[in-house]
Each structure stands twice: as C-alpha cells, then as structure tokens.
C-alpha cells in the first residue's frame, strides 16, 4: 500500500522543504520507491534543494493540465536510483491545483511508488489544503518558538476536519510532530521552548528532533538534501527519524546541550 506522507506547518519558514527532501531520500536510500512533490506552486524550492533545478522541463501543474505526462515530468534523482522529483511551476496561478487534478496524480503515482511526499507550502491556502486533503501521515513541522506551535495547532484542526479521510470518515489521519531548528542551549536558558513543551503543547507522538545546524545550510546551497551529510548532527537526526517513520523505536539525539571540554571552555570552539 502506497503511503501518502505530507510535510505541513502553520508558520513558514519551518523547515518543511528540508525535511521533505531529507526524509524522500531516506526513504530511497532503505531501498523504498519514493517521489517527492513540491505543491508550493510559485516558488519552486524543493529542486533546488534535491539540486537538479536545472533539470526541470514540466511539472506538477503541467500534468494536471493534461499538457505532460508523469513520464516526462518526473525527475529521477541523480544519487537514489528509486528516488524521483515532481517539481512545482514557478510562475502559474496558486488555483492550479484542483482536488480533482490533484487526486488523479496522486493516483497515478501510487501505482508506482511506496511512499509519496508532499511539500507543502505554509498556511492554509489552497496549495497548503491540497498537499494535506488526500494524505495517510502528516509530519507537523514546528520550531521550538511559541507562535510556531500556535499556528501548527491550527493545522492539526484542519487535518481532523478539512481532510479527505475526516470528509469521508475513515480512519484519521496519522500526525507526527517533527521540531526542527532545536537549540538545546536555548530551551536551557528559557529563550526557547524545551521538547516536552512543544510535545505538551501539541500532543502528537514526536517522530524526531532535528538540531539547529550549519549543515542544513551547506547543504542546501550544494543541493544536497543533509541526510546524505552522515557525518552531521542534522543528517544522523533526519536518519533516525526515518527509521521512526519506518516503525522503529530510535532514541533521541542531540537534545542536550553539549558539554564543552576543557580545552574549548577555556579558549572557546
Ligand atoms: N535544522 C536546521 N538548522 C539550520 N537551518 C535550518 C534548519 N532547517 C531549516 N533551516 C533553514 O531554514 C530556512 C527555511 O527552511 P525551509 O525552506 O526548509 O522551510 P519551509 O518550511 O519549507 O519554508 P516555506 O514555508 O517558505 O516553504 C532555510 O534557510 C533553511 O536552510
Ligand atoms: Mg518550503
């Protein structure tokens, strides 16, 4: 059975992107058949992040429109031989993506695929309700700041009310909290909100705790997706919470703060 996982926030700027692709090539690296769909339609960031932006010839938009098919929109990753890309259009009009457009790509894919990501955009506009409407999962995407935990309350209302499975009264969506963007120096000092705070807050089982890391970054402007990084704090806590994703039970990292040896105590890092 094809899952559909969907990457939604309230508040933008999240990390929803960089988890997307993070956890797509996860997926593909253990050896599942996995797409990833960018639904912010206008801004186009997850190529860039998967890095093959300059592949792009049709997209999302263009296969609903009936002007491509999937063949010819789909990219294939260039490191996962079972990894593929269906990039956003950049400059349509925010109303491309119809339920009834939308639920036949998805169905299409899921003759082909195991796992089906969905990048959403932030809010709850059209191409934020579309990415979520048909999804199995959703990973609630969250920084440790208090308005961002606000607004991702509001998405859970909308997973329970606005989705295909509350239309249709089937079993509920599964939720899953991934906090990204963790300081566990600032949870310490109270600039920040701690895990247990936002896990209080929100309620929904934790599938991961991603640290704040330059890493993310690097990554980013070499359009690598960070979980290819093993040797990053960022990379190791994406891996891990595809293994939670996958069902198995991997204890927390990088939650505390680092103790500073001697030598860095004294003369800094
Ligand atoms: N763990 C992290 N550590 C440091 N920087 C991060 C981390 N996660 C994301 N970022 C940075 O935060 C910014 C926003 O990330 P990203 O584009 O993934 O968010 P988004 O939720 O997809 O945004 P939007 O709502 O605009 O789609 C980027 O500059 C990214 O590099
Ligand atoms: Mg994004």
Known sequence: M??????TSGKGGVGKTTSSAAIATGLALQ????VVID????????DLIMGCERRVVYDFVNVINGEANLNQALIKDKRCSNL????????????????EGVGKVLDDLAKDFEYIICDSPAGIEQGA???????????VTTNPEVSS????????????????????NLEPIKEFLLLTRYSPARAKTGEMLSVEDVEEILAIKLLG???????????????????VDQESDAGLAYSDTVERLLGKDVPLRFIEEEKKGF???IFGS
């Not at 935990?149 to 249709?168: P, T, W």
């Open 84 to 99: 593929y890309v269906l990039p956003a259009s950049q400059t349509r009009d925010k109303d491309a993506l119809t339920k």
């Open 2 to 7: 094809t899952q559909i996982i969907v990457v």
């Open 149 to 168: 935990v606000r607004d991702s309350d509001r998405i859970l209302g909308m997973l329970q009310s606005r989705s295909r499975r509350a239309e249709q």
């Open 209 to 227: 705790v991603i640290p704040e890391s330059q890493a993310v970054l690097k990554a980013s402007n070499s359009g690598v997706p960070v979980i």
């Open 129 to 139: 309700m579309m990415a979520l409407y048909f999804a199995d999962v959703a990973i």
């Open 39 to 46: 639904f912010d339609i206008g801004l186009r960031n997850l």
């Open 31 to 34: 050896g599942h058949k996995t």
């Open 263 to 265: 030598l860095k105590r």
